[in-house]
């Protein structure tokens, strides 16, 4: 492929393809981290290389914790890929963000457990800033693309990532409502972390589908629900994800491409070389330079 592949999609339920594509082909990378999600399909679209991965594969056959959330960034970032677009389900923690509305989230916070959420260790530390979890160039573009498509959009928002697979309890669900939270799904971490340390942009299209359970007029969430109405916000999510394609920034000035300047801790000399070797694509930039301990 000579062509950069500037912007990659990750497809949440039931957004299993990305259509329009021409000269596509599929590559299947091997990482350090082993397979990812799916095969990635490479294609053109609107002039530009476009990649899109599946989050559980196609038919939708991983579970949020078994997501190889890992493998996938690796895999585009050894691509080149500088932004990505996230496409998820969640359930709405308010009355006003309704089921098939859209939410573009500012915010996270982090209920799972057990996932590891880092490239980094095993010799090499570092410690990346995520005061603010979504890229400040790309959020504004995928809000006012879904807007164009004529969908309700909220722009920002608190997005509680749960564990799963089993929903909320009712306690549960109203304790996230007291503390603000706007939406709840389970696979914006550590995929949002494993970005930003690959230093990529990173912003999340977020598709209600329910109530989750907490809402006392309204029937508690089910897997059934959830891909009923995702399926209703597919097509928008497609035209809200290729009008977003068509507008990102040419280049890219926000703090993401550099991430990692302040974020690498241990000086390179002491970092075993299976360890820079695994992280190739992540340090490369870096991995000339000595950084002194802070």
């Known amino acids: 492929m000579t062509d950069p592949i500037r912007a990659a999609v990750i497809g949440g339920s039931g957004f299993y393809q990305m259509e329009g594509l021409s000269d596509v082909e599929e590559l299947r990378i091997d990482t350090p981290y082993g397979t990812t999600s799916d095969a990635i399909t490479v ?29 996938n960034i690796w895999a585009l970032k050894s691509l080149g890929v500088e932004f990505i677009i996230a496409v998820s389900a969640v359930g709405s923690l308010r009355e006003d963000i309704e089921p098939l509305h859209m939410v573009v989230p500012d915010q996270l916070i982090d209920r799972t457990r057990g996932r590891r959420s880092t490239f980094f260790g095993d010799g090499l530390v570092a410690h990346i800033g995520f005061g603010d979890p979504f890229c400040p160039a790309l959020r504004p573009v995928l809000s006012g693309s879904t807007r164009e498509t004529g969908a309700t959009v909220h722009n920002g928002g608190t997005y509680v990532v749960m564990e799963g697979p089993a929903f909320s309890t009712r306690a549960e669900s109203n304790l996230y409502r007291s ?11 550590p ?6 340390e690959a230093e990529i942009c990173y912003a999340i299209l977020a598709c209600s589908t329910d109530y989750d359970c907490w ?26 994800v290729r009008l977003a394609l068509q507008r990102l920034p040419e280049t890219r000035d926000c703090p993401c491409p550099n991430a990692l300047g302040s974020a690498l801790i241990t000086p390179f000399d002491l970092v075993p070389s299976s360890t820079l070797d695994r992280l190739g694509p992540i340090v490369a930039k870096y991995a000339g330079q000595k950084v002194e301990a802070s």
């Not at 503390?179 to 914006?188: K, P, Q, S």
């Not at 995929?191 to 930003?196: D, G, I, Q, V």
């Open 43 to 71: 294609g053109t679209i609107d002039g530009q290389r476009v990649a899109f991965l599946p989050r559980h594969g196609v038919g939708h056959r991983i579970l949020p914790s078994e997501l190889p959330q890992h493998a």
């Open 179 to 189: 503390w603000a939270a706007d939406v709840i799904g389970m696979t914006a971490l």
């Open 215 to 240: 809402h006392d007029a309204h029937e508690d969430v089910t897997g059934e629900m959830i891909v009923a109405n995702l399926l209703k916000n597919v097509d928008v999510s497609r035209q809200a």
């Open 191 to 196: 995929e949002a972390k494993l970005a930003r």
